[in-house]
């Protein structure tokens, strides 16, 4: 199955390729690697903000997440022409905008790897980092960056 | 010498490679560079829990930063069969779980790269991050991850 | 324009390349990928230390990121020679020491942002992740890492 019939199938609408915040770029392709920019977490209404462990709680952390996931692959589209052409998903680098105490990064940072593997299947599993921070920009609840392999 | 008969000079027997505490694999290989994914600090007893500068002093810290360090070493050894082939330690990035207004961070993350340099000699010499994190997954006091060249 | 020519123009003297604090080196190339390590803020006064949006406010912190943009310059051209053989940058990693309820980490990182387009043009446009930290190695203020690709 293509990954445009995948997406049709999991009813994902990609957004909108996020413009950056700041003087840089979403993407760099280096050899067959493409480095995604930070996604900050995003829905229709906008920035999803707060601290999961207080403000959100873990399963509003992983929608979040997954927020950032989507707008990784707008990225990897706008950048590639097609997702087809990812080969691997090779690493996530997730931060938590945590409450003190809050240590369920994991399945906070799972809404975004979930969404990898139903996209991707296999090549959609990936290495991944998943740790706190005490704030994020513009005080969002999520943000992470990916490295993908390109075929 | 070989890995293998360092290891035993060290006294060092690598701990079984962690499984992924969620949906990630814990390393993926693309071209000659091995991506580990973050292992959080923990010994025989288990995980090695806390807050550095606070639960832990600084040689507490650099002794979980030596547990992350032997998991990623069981990483790279399940994922390429032998540590043989590991062609140089390129990059650590460490984060200490830290108590506030602790600053000692290169030493806590020290632990771990000092083993890799007793273990690899000049090819464990690595470029290196080392910061802090207001929490980590499931209350550790240390998380690194690791990109491996493989020869 | 030369890379030199540039830096003159600019008025940039490149400092000496920091060592390292501890028990790694400041970079690592592997294929045409140069890992710089993380570099601490620091100016003709010794360390850049305190957290912004406290004892520090934006243009403080703008600043104490672009002298960790200039301690990565400085590795790189004593990694390669010269800053000639820099194809492209191509990802900075910033942690800024955050005051709680901080959340301009972006404007802060764009000190080195901003030097990397000064000095290499489109060359120097990079993805980039930008978060906080609730303390850095020394109190220092800002704390990044750079990937840059050889030609």
Redesign the interface.
């Known amino acids: 199955m293509s990954i445009d019939a995948r997406l049709s199938e999991l009813n994902i609408t990609l957004p909108a390729a996020p413009a950056?915040?700041?003087?840089?770029?979403?993407?760099?392709q280096?050899?067959?690697?493409l480095?995604?920019?930070?996604q900050i977490s995003s829905g229709a209404d906008g920035l999803i903000c707060g601290r999961v462990g207080d403000d959100l709680d873990v399963a509003d952390g992983a929608a979040a997440a997954r927020s950032c996931g989507l707008a990784l692959l707008a990225q990897a589209q706008a950048a590639l022409g097609s997702l087809e052409r990812v080969a691997?998903?090779?690493?996530?680098?997730g931060?938590v905008n945590?409450a003190?105490?809050?240590?369920?990064?994991?399945?906070v940072?799972?809404g975004c790897?979930?969404l990898m593997?139903e996209v991707f299947g296999a090549k959609g599993?990936?290495?991944?980092?998943?740790?706190?921070?005490?704030?994020?920009?513009?005080?969002v609840a999520v943000?992470i960056?990916a490295?993908f392999?390109i075929g």
Do not use: C, W
């Not at 280096?30 to 690697?33: D, I, V």
């Not at 480095?35 to 930070?38: H, L, N, Q, T």
């Not at 691997?88 to 680098?93: E, M």
């Open positions: 950056p915040a700041a003087n840089y770029v979403p993407y760099v280096s050899g067959n690697l480095f995604v920019s930070g691997r998903v090779v690493k996530l680098t931060f945590s003190p105490g809050f240590t369920d990064q994991p399945e940072i799972n790897s979930d593997v599993r990936h290495a991944r980092v998943a740790v706190s921070a005490p704030a994020l920009p513009r005080g943000e960056d490295v392999e």
